[in-house]
């Protein structure tokens, strides 16, 4: 979106970025062990003033993740509201007039010129994640010695007799 047709009262957007579209950019990225199930679409409002962009609104997708205890795969919703100012590239280099820059709110930076909104999109599917992919909050897990996915229920090792470092402790005792 060319950034000088955008009005400064500000106006609606509506996208939709193509779940195949969407994928193929989510492949480029490193260890990106997610997909999208569904397409991503985002309703935003957009304001332009002196080249400083604001976008605000939601982005959804459905997605895919893999549960970092089990690996298996599980579908996530995101739903994110969020709000993000850019500012032209050229302006967050100039040091004086620090004022006007407001550093402790989050700023990106753009060309100037044009604001690509599907990267935008793009980028608050990532803020909309969960910290922990979880395929649900009481996952087992795999068995740290045979691999078996617990969620399936107790695997072998767990009817094997354990050593504990305390039985030790425990015979020394009776000796005394
Ligand atoms: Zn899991
Ligand atoms: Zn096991």
């Not at 997610?34 to 939601?58: H, N, Q, Y």
């Not at 608050?124 to 078996?148: D, T």
């Amino acid at each position: 979106m060319r950034v000088n047709q955008i009005p400064e009262e500000g106006k609606d957007v509506t996208l939709k970025v193509d779940v195949k579209k969407a994928n193929r950019y989510f492949s480029l990225l490193k260890n990106s062990d997610f997909s999208a199930a569904s397409d991503v679409e985002g309703r935003v409002r957009v304001w332009s003033k002196d080249g400083m962009v604001i976008v605000e609104g939601d982005v959804s997708v459905e997605l895919e993740l893999t549960c970092s205890r089990c690996l298996g795969h599980f579908r996530y919703p995101v739903l994110h509201h969020f709000r993000s100012i850019y500012s032209p590239f050229q302006e967050i280099c100039q040091e004086e007039d620090l004022e006007l820059k407001p550093y402790d709110m989050d700023v990106s930076i753009y060309n100037g010129v044009e604001l690509d909104l599907e990267n935008v999109l793009y980028e608050q599917v990532f803020l909309g994640m969960p910290a922990q992919a979880l395929c649900r909050p009481e996952c087992k897990g795999l068995c740290s010695s045979c691999g078996a996915n617990l969620n399936d229920g107790p695997c072998s090792c767990a009817a094997a007799p354990r050593f504990s470092p305390f039985d030790v402790l425990k015979n020394l005792k009776l000796k005394g």
